[in-house]
């Protein structure tokens, strides 16, 4: 498990006070891949191809690769939990340009999209990139993803750029580059 993945819950600014973030524990990852499947082959099935999902489901959410990135000391894995149940989960990660996080993963189960989890999430990513001494979250998103273009909006984001990346296995990613500035830890305590 990363090392200063804290214990404590984050809640979010909108959503139920009865759900909570806690970092995602080794005993977790067969449940987390079981629900990346379900929650991917409903969401991309009209984005991308059959192939394309089960080639990166496969890519990202072996086991053997979720279980790799607990261990590293600059990737976040968090669950959502909704009463007792992980319901959602996010990951993200230092980039190698200083001052940058990527928001890797974000995923909130259909049955309980639109109730301020999503939101919850980013704003616990942000809370860890600005102790991380992060001025900016980035990720990449499929251009026809427009559920979660609309929600990263909401939340802050802005399309920087568009990005084609060869994935392997015949496939591409045709993504948007989205960032959302953060302010520093600092600021946010009031300090200055
Ligand atoms: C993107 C996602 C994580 C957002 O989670 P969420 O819990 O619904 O987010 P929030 O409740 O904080 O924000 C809701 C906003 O998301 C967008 N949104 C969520 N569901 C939507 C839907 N069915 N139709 C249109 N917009 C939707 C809207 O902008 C919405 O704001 P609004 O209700 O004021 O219109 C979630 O929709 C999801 O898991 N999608 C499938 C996976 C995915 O695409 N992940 C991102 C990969 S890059």
Known sequence: MNADNSQQACSG?????????LPVDPHDVEFIAGLAGEIWRR????????AQIEYMLKQRYDPRVIRAEL???????????????ITGFASYFLTA???EMKLDKLYVHQDHQREGYGGMLIAH???RARVQGCSRLTLAVNKNNRIAISAYRKHGFQVSEAAMKDIGGGFVMDDYIMVKALESA????GDR
């Open 13 to 21: 600014e909108s959503a139920p006070a009865s759900a909570k973030i």
């Open 43 to 50: 969401h991309y099935a009209d984005i991308i191809s059959a």
């Open 71 to 85: 261990r590293r000391h600059d990737l976040w894995w968090d669950k959502l939990l909704v009463g007792d149940a």
């Open 97 to 99: 340009q200083p001052g």
């Open 125 to 127: 990513a942000c809370k």
């Open 186 to 189: 600092d600021e946010e305590r």
